[in-house]
């Protein structure tokens, strides 16, 4: 986990962060980090393979310290200890951070179901806050309500330690 201030972290710095957490970035052509062992054609057994810790997570996950504490057939629980780095101006959670852990939340329960070679692409995000959030660990619910032949339809729930529903968020993903 990077436990950096972000606008204290050079590019070179970060790179070099996650290189050590096992990802790699595809330099010079401007794609995204993808994390190794990821690419092996097979979603569902990498997912898998990641909730038993012997890969890692993305470099988005790993950048925000999500943890992926289980999953099953259509459904993935996340967790993310939150810090100082997350809040914005005000003292909350940046709203954008906890869109970010609910997509990883439904992708992650969409990886569930992937046959190998399967691939998809999110088309929509939708996100209802419902309760600010200063500190904490965050836990995270993403759950398939529907899976077509071409269409998954997810929804994720985020809930503070005690409970209580800090937001909502449903996507659509195509399958490619």
């Known amino acids: ?23 790699h970035t595809l330099k010079g052509n401007g794609e995204h980090p993808t994390v190794q ?11 898998e393979r990641a909730s038993r810790g012997e890969v890692p997570l993305t470099a988005a ?16 629980f996340l967790e993310w200890p939150l810090d ?13 951070l906890l869109a970010s ?4 939340c439904m992708a992650f329960a969409v990886l569930t179901l992937l046959q190998p070679n399967d691939s998809v692409a999110g088309t ?13 660990t965050l836990r995270g619910e993403g759950r398939v309500l529907r899976r077509g032949r071409r269409v998954i339809y997810v929804e994720a729930t985020i809930s503070d330690e ?8 449903g996507s659509t993903f195509q399958v490619l």
């Open 124 to 136: 929509d995000l939708r996100i209802n806050f419902l309760r600010a959030v200063r500190s904490g």
């Open 1 to 23: 986990m990077i436990h950096q201030r972000a606008d204290t972290v050079g590019e070179e710095d970060l790179q070099d962060q996650l290189d050590n957490q096992g990802c």
């Open 84 to 96: 100082n780095r997350f809040l914005n101006g005000v003292g909350v959670v940046q709203g954008g």
């Open 162 to 169: 005690d409970n209580k529903l800090v937001a909502r968020a």
């Open 61 to 76: 996950s790993m950048l925000l310290g999500l943890r992926l504490a289980a999953i099953e057939d259509g459904a993935a």
């Open 37 to 47: 062992g990821h690419s092996t054609g097979d979603p569902r057994a990498w997912i």
């Open 101 to 104: 852990f609910a997509d990883s």
